[in-house]
């Protein structure tokens, strides 16, 4: 082979595979893939899902983080059914690692702890490649406010990983367009309804703040979390807070051992709430964990938002 030949040659080999390589950014991260991930894992059953509806179940060796919080629904076991749990609550690092993994869908509290045992960081020299829920990128960095976005983010950037990419972007198109008609039906210069997500906890409660997926799904239904301001996302605050705010309308997340009758229950003979709105009125709606975390479900519950909201 003259040198001619061997330039173009090795030009070539370069050049394919530099097309071979897919970078996504993943929070305040570049993550770069040299092809896409054969042995998959993801944590907690929103993200499960976001895998399952792109059609990468066969490209998993498992999943984590569902059982020990909530149980899986006939849509969600169908899925998985060919999938083990690798851990009911938080896998660790010897988990992934004994499942040969070689790939983690996972978020900061979604699976991940700042300074905790399984991080990009630490499954790193295991050739675990890790990409983050963007919703929970607030954790470890500053991000604008929440919106549905956030769940698009994250289907294209699997779909890239995956090299899925069309069905990533169909989907996509078709939530946009599911969420337009809904927008569509909302009543124009309606005083927007002031809402409270009602996670979970009775001495404090756990709820969503400006950075949560919630908070974009109640703004597309046509009312306003009381705490949006709020410049958290998931986290735990006082009920004076609540009581202030007096929202008209409490949507309870629905998972755990106490169930969304038992919180509404709470709520309902608490003498410190028998002056909300919400209360007087008995005006509770029901997301189910799925629904109110980021995934595509999303959409759906928008449209259940909407209607219990009266604002379409």
């Not at 974009?216 to 239904?221: C, K, R, V």
Request: hydrophobic share 40%; with cysteine; glycine share 8%.
């Amino acid at each position: 082979m003259n040198k001619t030949v061997l330039s173009l040659a090795v030009l070539a080999f370069t050049s394919t595979a530099a097309i071979a390589e897919t970078t996504v950014q993943s929070c305040n991260r570049t993550v770069t893939f040299d092809a896409a991930p054969k042995r998959a894992v993801s944590h907690d059953v929103n993200l499960t899902e976001m895998m399952l509806v792109l059609g990468l179940a066969d490209r998993m060796v498992g999943y984590s983080g569902v059982s020990g919080w909530t149980k899986l629904d006939e849509e969600m076991r169908a899925g998985v059914k060919e999938l083990p749990e690798l851990a009911k609550k938080y896998p660790t690092k010897e988990v992934l690692i004994g499942a040969d993994a070689d790939f983690l869908f996972a978020g900061w509290n979604y699976g991940m702890k700042v300074g905790g045992e399984v991080t990009p960081d630490t499954l790193e020299p295991f050739g675990i490649k890790v990409y983050e829920l963007t919703e929970s990128c607030i954790h470890i960095g500053e991000k604008p406010k929440v919106s549905m976005d956030d769940m698009y983010n994250d289907l294209l950037n699997l779909g890239k990983i995956f090299e899925v990419e069309e069905r990533a972007q169909e989907l996509v198109n078709g939530y946009k367009s599911e969420l337009e008609a809904i927008t569509k039906t909302l009543k124009q210069g309606a005083t927007p309804p002031r809402v409270f997500v009602y996670d979970s906890g009775e001495s404090t409660p756990f709820t969503a703040g400006r950075y949560a997926i919630p908070t974009a799904m109640i703004e597309a239904a046509g009312g306003v979390n009381i705490l949006e301001d709020l410049e958290k996302s998931w986290t735990t605050i006082g009920w004076e807070a609540v009581v202030e705010r007096n929202p008209e309308i409490i949507v309870i997340v629905n998972y755990g051992d106490v169930t969304a009758e038992q919180k509404r229950e709470f709520m309902m003979s608490n003498p410190a709430f028998a002056n909300l709105d919400a209360v007087k009125n008995d005006r509770f709606i029901v997301l189910e964990y799925i629904e109110a975390t980021p995934g595509p479900r999303n959409i759906k519950a928008i449209k259940k938002l909407a209607s219990a909201f009266g604002n379409n």
